[in-house]
């Protein structure tokens, strides 16, 4: 059975960091593509970030380019999001998925992140 | 950018009847189209992949149809289990923009 579990998510200030880390179990976690993908309260989903099966390639959505980087550690099956220089508006639940053909698979429960003084 | 647009922003069903729930796209995605299912508290569900073919161990009363722009989610007989919020995933464009994703339609018990 495909699991992933994120953690990591705390109440942190505006502009400080936070590292989210997502363990990936049942499934060949070094075959897929990983994502991604928040939901700030009370609105709808938003991509944030991918990253390919070897980590050879990495994207960000604009709103996170700069300050959010994504990575992987393939010998552990994990996946992990360094966020830094965080906003307000930061602030959400944030999930880790993975890709299959470009649509997402499979999803973790979350984890949140709130960001406020 | 491609826009993705659902309608309505809730839908109120009563058990037992179909529920129909569309997704409009700002130009063409081709069948590039995926719906999720997602309840409060737990993760997302992938229902359908391009626009029409059911995830493994999803309900046949779960249906997809269209390509271009136009596609819409249909449940046929609803169950208790079938209320929540349903979106709509584009996936033409890649890699993905911030909002790949519909904004979401609410499906509620009558």
């Known amino acids: 059975e495909v699991q992933l579990v994120e953690s990591g998510g705390v109440l942190v200030q505006p502009g400080g960091s936070l590292r989210l880390s997502c363990a990936a179990s049942?499934?060949?976690?070094?075959?897929?593509?990983m994502h991604w993908v928040r939901q700030p309260p009370g609105k709808g989903l938003e991509w944030v970030s991918l990253?390919?099966?070897?980590?050879?390639?990495?994207y960000s959505a604009d709103s996170v380019k700069g300050r959010f980087t994504i990575s992987r550690d393939n010998s552990k099956n994990y996946l992990y999001l360094q966020m830094n220089s965080l906003r307000i508006e930061d602030t959400a639940l944030y999930y880790c998925a993975t890709e299959r053909s470009k649509y997402f698979q499979h999803w973790g429960q979350g984890t949140l992140v709130t960001v406020s003084s | 950018e491609i826009v993705l647009t659902q309608s309505p922003a809730t839908l109120s069903v009563s058990p037992g009847d179909r529920a129909t729930l569309s997704c409009r796209a700002s130009q063409s995605v081709s069948s590039n189209l995926a719906w999720y299912q997602h309840k409060p508290g737990q993760a997302p569900r992938l229902l359908i992949y391009?626009?029409?073919a059911r995830a493994t161990g999803i309900p046949a009363r779960f249906s997809g149809s269209g390509s271009g722009t136009e596609f819409t989610l249909t449940i046929s007989s609803l169950q208790s289990e079938d209320f929540a919020v349903y979106y709509c995933q584009q996936y033409n464009d890649w890699p993905p923009g911030m909002y790949p994703f519909g904004q979401g339609t609410k499906l509620e018990i009558k």
């Open positions: 990253i390919t099966w070897d980590g050879g390639s990495t």
């Open positions: 391009g626009a029409s």
């Open positions: 049942g499934f060949s976690f070094d075959d897929y593509t």
